[in-house]
């Protein structure tokens, strides 16, 4: 099985250098992507030793059920403010994006069966598939996030714009959150996605 998805979020009200490519387009100075692996590494010599190592050490849930992986995301939204023709408005919008990656790691001996080693490398493509989809979609919220902030009208007060930029952000979170939940349900947790072992 693959990973159950973690979301968190937070928002300051500054304004920081940030630059990473944005998906599908050139650079954009104002999205900032960081990707983190937090792998865990098994043994054994069989399918089923691999499996019960596997059990033993994968990312352990809170009152849920246990996954091989795990993508943990979180976004970060910072912006500063200017003034326009009496009113409140966004001068700068920065959102960074946060990934991290847990995944289990195996190094086959020498001595490893083919068809073991075959098994296991389908299994590893099919996970990465899976929790690069949930990666992918953490950045087009934190694109979405972003586009918002930028569009977003002035305002007569500063206290007021600010509300409607943090309820923006959270409100892209939610549906991130909600977006997870379907496609962890649609491929059963990747398993329809062939991560599943043995």
């Known amino acids: 099985m693959a990973a159950r998805l973690a979301l ?13 490519p944005a998906a599908g387009g050139g650079p954009d100075p104002g999205l900032r992507v960081l ?11 069989t399918a089923a030793e691999l499996r019960t190592a596997m059990n033993r050490l994968r990312p352990r849930e809170s009152g849920g059920k246990d996954f091989d992986a795990r993508t943990d995301w979180w976004i970060n939204w910072y ?4 003034r326009a023709g009496g009113s409140c408005t966004i001068a700068a919008a920065n959102v960074r994006v ?11 001996g020498r001595g490893a ?19 690069s989809g949930h990666a992918d979609h953490a ?29 923006l952000g959270q409100s892209e979170i939610r549906r991130g959150n909600a977006w997870d939940v379907a496609y962890d349900r649609q491929t059963q947790h990747g398993a329809r996605q062939g991560a599943v072992f043995p």
């Not at 912006?79 to 200017?82: N, S």
Request: net charge positive; glycine share 6%; aromatic share 10%.
């Open 8 to 20: 968190a979020l937070a928002f300051v009200l500054l304004a920081v250098p940030a630059a990473q």
């Open 35 to 45: 990707t983190l692996h937090r792998d865990y590494t098994i043994t054994g010599a």
């Open 79 to 82: 912006y500063t403010y200017g």
């Open 98 to 108: 946060r990934i991290v990656f847990t995944l289990p790691r195996w190094h086959p």
């Open 113 to 131: 069966a083919t068809a073991l080693v075959e098994k296991w490398n389908r299994y590893m493509r099919a996970l990465r598939r899976h929790e």
């Open 139 to 167: 950045v087009v919220n934190g694109r979405r996030i972003l586009d918002g902030l930028r569009r977003l009208v002035p305002r007569p007060s500063c206290t007021e714009l600010g509300r409607a930029a943090n309820a």
